[in-house]
């Protein structure tokens, strides 16, 4: 079900690369709105816009914007459109918001005879992590081991479709984070596209030519509170994408000291379900080890370790590695985009972003 309203833009707002932030007067009050200028266009001032206001009215974890949809009086700012341009998958497909993309091994584009045939990642390291949060800790931990590693994301579709909805995305390519953006299955928006995670991961080594690459779906996690409904199911597949492919799997726990939902304390039974259920093949699993001197943080790190512990023994393709945490506290401090898990920080939930950035340091080791 879709909920629509019709407004007036007050003004924008704020916004970043690929996105603008706007203030919309509706008739049930003024609201803030999101819009994707290469979708829709750029509104501005007194344009009459068309609203989905759905997660917005409904108040889900995704709901803090609406979404501009049209502005329909001004056929001036809709984007254009080059019927001539190449490529022909669709993603969003059949729904109102449907885009045509060039696919990375697309017929039509200049990488195909590169990837025609292409089956092997050459021992690629590949991190999968539940939440679009871990993102920036998983690539801290990659370059406080070796800085100069090229980085690829690939952002699956579990979470938001559009890439430019993702403002950490924004400013990890800004800093020189991130060497691209791959957005798979239907997400939609980044350097290259991807019709699978299989191909998206042979375009990271091949195309992109990336040292390493992390997998996570975008902003906008979504779950039931059950054992198997939830999105992050998806980070047991990459690592098997990435398994079958000849790469490196490396699992990222989601760990939290802080979330109040006792299923998610610790080790979350996402992780234990994606990694101990759907995976089917051999991975590392990182493990932070040492101390931090927090006390909470270092009561639920070793929760986590004994957890852990007991997955692998009932899933023995599991192979636990213990990262010191030495050090990591100082580097998450210092990435150039705002940490935040669940509504909350590093001082709230040290452990959770740890357990993502000693993912990325084990990653950018050599293996023996």
């Known amino acids: 079900m879709i909920t629509w309203r019709e407004g007036t833009v007050r003004g924008r707002v704020g916004g970043w690369a690929g996105v603008l932030e706007l203030e919309v007067d509706t008739a049930e009050g003024t609201v803030r709105s999101l819009a994707y200028p290469d979708v829709v266009g750029a509104p501005e ?56 993309v060039l696919g990375v091994d697309d017929p039509e584009g200049e990488h195909h005879a590169l990837l025609v045939d292409a089956d092997d990642l050459d021992g690629l390291p590949v991190v999968a992590a539940d939440l679009h949060s871990a993102l920036p800790a998983v690539v801290a931990g990659v370059r406080a081991q070796r800085a100069d590693l090229r980085i690829a994301y690939v952002m699956t579709d579990g979470g938001a479709l559009p890439a430019a909805f993702s403002r950490t995305c924004a400013e990890l390519r800004a ?41 996570v779906q975008g ?54 379900t994606a990694y101990g259920r759907v995976l089917a093949h051999p991975a590392e699993v990182p493990v932070p080890a040492g101390r931090t001197g927090r006390p909470t943080t270092d009561s639920c790190l070793q929760d986590v370790r004994e957890q852990v512990a007991r997955l692998a023994d009932r899933a023995p393709h599991l192979r636990p590695v213990d990262v010191p945490v030495d050090q990591l506290m100082d580097v998450l401090a210092d990435v150039p985009t705002r940490l935040r898990t669940m509504g909350r920080g590093l001082e709230e939930d040290a452990a959770s972003f740890l357990a993502a950035a000693v993912a990325g340091v084990l990653a950018a080791r050599p293996t023996a």
């Open 175 to 215: 800093a020189g984070w991130l060497t691209s953006v791959i957005t798979a299955v239907q997400a939609y928006g980044g350097d290259l596209e991807a019709v699978t995670v299989h191909s998206a991961l042979l375009a990271a080594r091949h195309v992109v030519g990336a040292d390493l690459a992390v997998v």
């Open 45 to 100: 001032p007194g344009d009459r816009v068309l609203l989905n206001v759905t997660a917005l009215e409904r108040g889900l974890g995704t709901g803090g914007y609406a979404v501009v949809v049209a502005v329909p009086d001004r056929p001036d700012l809709w984007p254009t459109v080059d019927r001539a341009a190449p490529g022909h998958l669709v993603k969003a497909r059949y729904t109102p918001m449907q885009t045509t």
């Open 219 to 272: 902003p906008g996690n979504l779950g039931t509170g059950t054992r198997w409904g939830f999105s992050g199911v998806s980070a047991g597949e990459a690592l098997n994408a990435a398994a079958v492919l000849g790469g490196r799997p490396v699992a990222s726990l989601r760990v939290s000291e802080a979330d109040p939902r006792p299923r998610h304390r610790g080790l979350s039974h996402h992780s234990s």
